[in-house]
Each structure stands twice: as C-alpha cells, then as structure tokens.
C-alpha cells in the first residue's frame, strides 16, 4: 500500500490527545453542605494523574476514528506494479548551440559546453535528437532529417561526440533567424509525417544572449503553439566590454601631406566594471609601438585621435576590459594608384572658356587612384599615349587630331577612354567635329550640325540605369531642371547596321542623355576594350551651367572611371563577410605571407569569405587586395538579455525536463490516477463516522450507569 499524501497520516498522531484525557481525573463538580463541617477550613481535592485507564473501548474507539480520519487524507491506495511501470514516451528535441563570436569568452564557452553535456545526459533513450549550430548563420549538426530516419540512441552518442570537438567561430550572431529556421524545419517535419503533428516538439538554446544577438529578426514572426523554447544562458565572470573601432582619417596639417591622423572610437559596455583603456599601436608580432588612454564612462562612447601610423604598425589594441578578443582594430594603408588625364584643346582663351580650367579645380582622384591632369598640344599626344599611366583623353576634335585618328582607336581598344566635347558654338568647327567623328567610328553616316534654340535646353531624357547616372537614380538627387545649356551640337547618329562589329566591338551607339528637343547630350560607343564618349555641349559657363552644377563631377568620374560604381574602396570587413573578387584564380595570404585555405578561408561563387581576424592579401588574377577581417560590431556589444525578452515576441518559454524528472512526473500521474479509481479515503471516512457512531453510543451507555449509581 502507498500513500498519496504521506504528511496528512502525522495526524495520526492526535491519538495521544484522548490518551491523556482518560489519564486525567476530573474535579468534582458538584457541593454537599453538612452541619457538622461548618467548623472546618474549606480543602478541595487535588488534580492527580491515574495510574490506571478506565473506560478502554471508549479509548480504543476514539484512537480508532482519529487514525482512519489521519489515513483516509494521506489517500492511500494499493499497489500495482503493472501499472506503475513507466515506460516514456520519445520525444523531439532540437539543440541549438550558440557559437558565434562572443562565445569566444572562454568561461562563457565552458558553460555552454557544460549546459549542452548536460542536456544530452538528460534525454531517455527514446528522445529524437537534433543539433544545430548558429552563427550568421544556421549550420546543421544533425538535421531534424537525419534525426528522422536514425536510431535515437546513436543519435544520442554521435551528438555528445560532435559536441566534444566543436569550438566557436569569430562570426556575427543571428540567433532570430536560426530559430525561425528551425521551426520552419520542424512544421515541414510535421507535415511530411516525420515528426508527431500533435505533439509539442521541444527547442533548448545554449547562448549567451547579449544585446547584438540578433532575437530583433522574430519580430512578427508567428511561433508555432506546439513549439516551446527553453533558453540556456550562459554568463561570463567578468562582465563588461569595450571595444575600439577605426574611423574615417583626417588629413594631417603638417609638412608631410600624404600623412594622416587616425581616429579611434572606444565603446564601453553599460555593465563595464572599467573606464580607462590604453590604446597601443602594435605590430604583427605584439610589440608596443606607442600608446595612449581613453577614459570611457560605462555606457558611452569616446572618439579620440592616436595621430599617424608608426613604423610597421598594423593595428591598434585596447587593453584594459574583460574581453580581449575584440581588442584588435586593424589598420590598412594603400597608397593609391596613379594615373593621368591627357587633355587636348583649345589653349588660347580666356581661362573660363577653356574645358581644362574646371577640369584642373574637379577632384578626380579616389581613394584607390590618385589622377592628374596633364594639357598637351596635339604634336604631344602620342607622347602622353605611351605613358601607361594614361587612362583618360578628353579631346576638342581638331583637324591635328584627325590625322592621329588610327592611333586613338588603336588606344582605345587596349582599353583607354576617350570623351570628345563638342563645346564651341562655332560653324567652322561643325566639318572638323564631323569628319574626326567619321575617322574615328569608320562611318560617313555622323552629321554635327547647330542646334537651333530659342532660349536654352534642358536635360529632358536621362537613363537612370546606366552606371554614370545610377547616383541619381533617387528622386531626391534626379532634378536636372537648374542646368541650362545656351548651345549644343545637333548630332545625327548612325544605323547600327552601318557599322562593322567585328571592327568595334560593338556596333550599337548608347544614346545616354537627351536635350528636351530630342538631339542626344552624351553618347557611348564601345571599341574594343575601352569606349568613346561624346558629349553635344560644352560646360564652360558661356555654353552651360554644368560646370558650375554640383552633379558636373559625378557625371564626370562615371565617365573617366566606368570600374569606380562596380569598385569597392572598402578595405576592412566582417569576418564571415563574403568579399568579391574578380575572376581569375584566387590565393589568400595571412601577413606572415603563408597561403590561407579551408577552412580559414572560403572561395564561393559570390567571392571570398574569411573566418578569423586578421590582414589578408587576395590575390585575383592581376589584382591584389589588402583587406582587414574584423570581429563584427555587435558581438562586442556583450551586455546580456533578460530571457524574458523572447515574451515580446510571442515564443512561450518553457523548462525541458530531464528523463528521470519526467519519469517520477508520470509515475505519479499513475499514482494519482490509481488512488482516484480505488477511492478507499471514501471508505475509510465512513468507517470512521461509523466507529465515531459506536462511540457515541458507548459513552451514552456509561453516562446513564454513572448516573443510575449516584442516584442510588
């Protein structure tokens, strides 16, 4: 027999209550005056204990009723062990182990090894297993297809080996995104019959959960009902971080113009237990090449400058937080390429009629490339056509230029870019513009003529998509209505079919911007590996305002440098970031000069992506790249999460219980449910009202006896 509520049969307990009353001899309570006792002090008898019971049956029934009362609210039950026997039934658990960049914290990586140990130790036999990883991205271990289709138990042993060797990475944290997927995972289970349908499947996540998590991403997503997420959150010793980033450079103002001043930006954590860091530039190897401290306040930020880059410095480190694996900023200096823009014109003119004053106050150079601006007569072209550095020609066409025809297209299809300006309002030049057009495209079918204006043209018809005009495809940046041009060039264009193809390269003109009256304002044609722009109006402010328009430059560099929109000047990344690269063969090296393979590095068809921190060279085909891999942003940003916050979004948080705790939890329902069909509280109450009946009827028995003698 077993009882349901044990501490309910303590009660039986009280039945020393009428043991002790039956020990007790009552005072008498009536008084009998007699005469003779008037002379004598009053002396009323004392209250001793018996040494003897009376009235036994009377005592044992009382005992009686009190032990079955105290044993019918302990609800008792007999034992039967076929049904106490518990056998549980399998369930689907879904581990999902955080090994994002934050998790590199050893204490905290420790913990969530020890979490996620302890959760396999937990599962029954019969338990589906599946295990995932995510960082900015979800990595199946054991996919809920495999989990499907193999044996729990192996499951069970392959996952606690895997565990044992996996290490976390250096990449950003998505922890929303891999717990949509895998609930899509598990719906899809579901439907195919995989997985029960009606059972409650079960998502334990191991995570630290800080604040650059990503759990933002579940915002509207709808959970699943039959899904519960139980989170696992691991916590360092040592809270706080901070975390130093590079910011945009700072010309120097001082002799050495190639100079410049970087600047640091510190970001400390609100939980930070620190506010003063040093900032060290250091080389590949550690070594301490200047210092200097920032006091950043818990919760603020900090930008201060660590002046130019010492000699065989590649990064600035921050000592003095609770993590060091973000401590590292990388620092990349290139000098740009550089390369010039041969210009040939009309030199004897005013300066604000000349093209290549406004050209000499453009800034054409970038951050990759450095241009200059060399003038030359046309005598001198060929010269400056040798020079390699030379990518860019804008010519006015003169009948000089006309007889080196041959070598521009010959120029040109190597690659070069040549823009011809039709800038003068000039009847003369009308037959030299056509003719040099004709030489250079090989047609007769190209007529310049004047356009006849009553006032000025507008820019009417622009494609947008094309790369010099793709900056101002927003409507905000789209209105052209404030560039007058007073003159322009009427230029009629060939047929296409008027042109040889395999002599080109292409045989189609782009007519890349239109007047409002129809006659085209820039044009395209490709020759070869380079191309040939023409433009119908000139920009000096007698011909137009595009000169003086803040749009004159885009326009410009999308003309001179057509890689520049397709070009990335970025040089520091996220690690796990994927870069492009150009096609051709692609080696990694590290800065020791070593190849960088698998899995350090990573070649997929949308480029290369890098998996730990560090300055790598990439080298594609003929191009060469110093590109710095960063930890991400917000895996420095460590203070942690309530779990309460995945309320906000719908998820219903739950505790997954383990084998011998859900065990004991069915035997007891068993228990329960045994004790319910026998009811034998219900029969043990009734035999106590039944003694507690005899009882009363004894008692009264012995009452009238007491009574009859002292009547007698």
């Known amino acids: ?37 008037i002379f004598l002090s009053p002396s009323p008898p004392r209250l001793t204990r018996r040494s003897r019971l009376d009235h036994i049956l009377l005592l044992l029934l009382r005992m009686l009723a009190i032990v079955l009362i105290a044993v019918a609210f302990a609800r008792p039950y007999f034992r039967q062990e076929s049904l106490l026997n518990t056998v549980l039934n399998g369930r689907t658990v879904v581990v999902l182990l955080d090994t994002s960049a934050s998790m590199q914290r050893e204490d905290v990586w420790e913990a969530a090894l020890a979490k996620t140990t302890a959760v396999l130790d937990d599962l029954s036999p019969d338990d589906r297993l599946a295990l995932y990883t995510i960082d900015d991205r979800l990595s199946p271990i054991i996919s809920i297809e495999e989990m499907a289709k193999s044996d729990s138990v192996a499951t069970q042993s392959s996952a606690r080996t895997l565990v044992g060797k996996m290490t976390p990475t250096w990449k950003a944290s998505r922890i929303g995104e891999g717990l949509k997927q895998v609930s899509d995972s598990l719906k899809a289970a579901a439907i195919a019959g995989q997985i029960d349908s009606k059972a409650v499947s079960e998502v334990i996540l191991v995570t630290d959960l800080h604040q650059g998590c990503g759990v933002e991403a579940l915002q509207g997503y709808e959970w699943p009902k039959n899904i519960t997420l139980d989170v696992r959150q691991t916590r360092p010793a040592i809270p706080g971080n901070a975390r130093p980033t590079l910011m945009a450079a700072d010309e120097s103002d001082g002799d050495n113009e190639s100079s410049v001043n970087h600047r640091i930006r510190s970001e400390n954590a609100q939980d930070s237990m620190s506010s003063v860091f040093d900032l060290i530039w250091t080389d590949k190897n550690g070594r301490d090449l200047g210092r200097s401290s920032v006091q950043v306040p818990p919760g603020h ?4 400058s660590v002046g ?67 003038a030359c007569s046309a005598a001198q072209l060929p010269m400056q056509l040798s020079d390699p550095k030379t990518k860019v020609l804008i010519i006015e066409p003169t009948d000089e230029l006309r007889r080196q025809v041959e070598s521009l297209r ?9 823009l011809v300006c039709l800038a003068r309002q000039d ?18 079918a190209i007529v310049v003529a004047e356009a006849a204006l009553r006032d000025f043209a507008l820019m009417a018809k622009v494609n947008y998509q094309h790369p010099v005009f793709l900056p101002f495809a927003d409507p905000r940046f789209n209105d052209f209505s404030k560039i007058r041009f007073w003159s322009h060039r009427s230029v009629q264009l060939p047929a296409d079919d008027s042109l040889s193809a395999d002599e080109t390269g292409a045989s189609t003109f782009e007519v ?96 290369v992506s890098l998996n730990e921190p560090g300055v ?69 109450i009734a035999a106590a009202i039944a003694v507690l009946a005899v009882e009363s009827l004894v008692a009264g028995v012995f009452a009238r006896r007491i009574t009859q003698l002292g009547t007698a």
């Open 301 to 304: 930020v900090q930008v201060v």
């Open 427 to 444: 009847e003369a030049r009308l037959s030299t513009d056509t003719r040099l057009l004709n030489d250079l495209f090989q047609t007769d």
């Open 512 to 607: 890349v911007a239109s007047f409002d009256d129809q006659d085209p304002m820039l044009v395209q044609k490709y020759l070869g590996e380079g191309s040939v722009w023409i433009l119908t109006a000139g920009w000096q402010p007698s011909a137009s305002g595009l000169a003086l328009s803040s749009k004159f430059v885009p326009i410009l560099m999308g003309i001179i440098d057509p890689s520049l929109r397709n070009q990335s000047t970025q040089l520091a990344f996220d690690v796990g970031q994927s870069i492009e690269v150009t096609d051709g063969p692609v080696q990694v090296f590290d800065a020791d000069n070593n190849l960088v393979v698998d899995p350090i590095c990573l070649v997929n068809p949308n480029g």
């Open 616 to 684: 790598y060279r990439i080298e594609a085909g003929q191009d060469s790249q110093l590109v710095a891999m960063q930890v991400p942003m917000l895996e420095s940003r460590l203070t942690p999460l309530d779990i309460d916050s995945f309320e906000q979004y719908g998820i219903g948080l739950g505790q997954v219980a383990s084998a011998d705790a859900r065990r004991e939890l069915a035997r007891q329902l068993k228990i329960d449910e045994l004790e319910r069909k026998q009811r034998l509280w219900q029969w043990l």
């Open 1 to 37: 027999m077993g009882l349901l509520a044990p501490l309910y049969a303590l009660a039986a307990l009280g039945i020393a209550g009428p043991l002790i009353f039956h020990l007790i001899r009552r005072q008498p309570q009536g008084q009998m005056q007699f005469s003779s006792l």
């Open 410 to 418: 010959q120029w040109v299809a190597s690659g070069g870019t040549i």
């Open 308 to 374: 130019e880059t010492p000699n065989g410095a590649d990064r600035i480190r921050l000592s003095g937080d609770a993590w060091e694996g973000d401590n590292d900023c990388f620092v990349i200096e290139i000098p740009p390429s550089a390369q010039q823009v041969a210009f040939v014109g009309l030199a004897d003119l005013p300066a604000e009629e000349r093209l290549d004053y406004f050209l000499e106050k453009a800034p054409l150079s970038t951050p990759k490339v450095s241009r200059s601006l060399v």
